[in-house]
């Protein structure tokens, strides 16, 4: 199984500010990465796949980087409702998620 | 707009059975890929299966092979989980979820979820 490990577990910041989200694989997952984000008593929603790849409807200042085991979700200046859970998932293997980084305002 | 909604959760007994469904809208169901995704209290998110939109490729988590069994009717736009031999550690809530087109398993749409608890 690849373990996904995302850093901060909780990162504060105000908004306005540059968000940088880890992600570190176990092994190598390619380029085969999504960025899921999680409100509150909300559905998770995909944000990003295969590493860099926006899906519909994401606004621009979501973007994701990397490749084989490390990759980055940055978000370019936050919004309010942009302070959510973030987690990420690899489908190079059986999928996997990782455990999730909490964004809360500062 | 594309809606799923789950039903069938509950409250069941060790060694017990339940089915899942997932009803889905505004979106040619049979066109996609289907996935039941789970997460247990305090735990992380686990996938539990995926299915075709034909029906002829299901695939399951090590987890719940030989327990569960993935389903589809196109003619319904529904999904299914039959989970049989409910064990604690199935206690979760679960969500069918949409793959992307020709993605299987990067899932762009999620239901609420259902909880299922397992207990005596």
């Known amino acids: 199984e690849i373990v996904l490990t995302q850093s901060p577990a909780t990162l504060s910041l105000s908004p306005g500010e540059r968000a940088t989200l880890s992600c570190r694989a176990s092994?190598?997952?390619?380029?085969?990465l999504a960025w899921y984000q999680q409100r509150p008593g909300q559905a998770p929603r995909l944000l990003i796949y295969d590493a860099s790849n926006r899906a519909t409807g994401i606004a621009a200042r979501f973007s994701g980087s990397g490749s084989g085991t490390d990759f980055t979700l940055t978000i370019s200046s936050l919004e309010p409702d942009d302070f959510a859970l973030y987690f990420c998932?690899?489908?190079?293997?059986?999928?996997?998620f990782g455990q999730g980084t909490k964004l809360a305002i500062k | 707009q594309v809606q799923l909604v789950e039903s069938g959760g509950g409250l069941v007994k060790p060694g017990g059975s339940l089915r899942l469904s997932c009803a889905a809208s505004g979106f040619t169901f049979s066109d996609y890929y289907m996935s039941w995704i789970r997460r247990a209290p305090g735990k992380g998110l686990e996938w539990v299966s995926y299915i075709s939109g034909s029906s002829d490729y299901t695939t399951y988590a090590d987890s719940v092979k030989g327990r569960f069994t993935i389903s589809r009717d196109n003619a319904k736009n529904s999904l299914y989980l039959q989970m049989n031999s409910l064990r604690a550690e199935d206690t979760a809530v679960y969500h069918c979820?949409?793959?992307?087109?020709?993605?299987?398993?990067?899932?762009?749409?999620w239901g609420q979820g259902t909880l299922v608890t397992v207990s005596s």
């Open positions: 979820a949409r793959g992307l087109p020709n993605i299987a398993v990067a899932v762009d749409y």
């Open positions: 998932q690899q489908r190079a293997n059986w999928p996997t």
């Open positions: 092994q190598s997952v390619g380029s085969y």
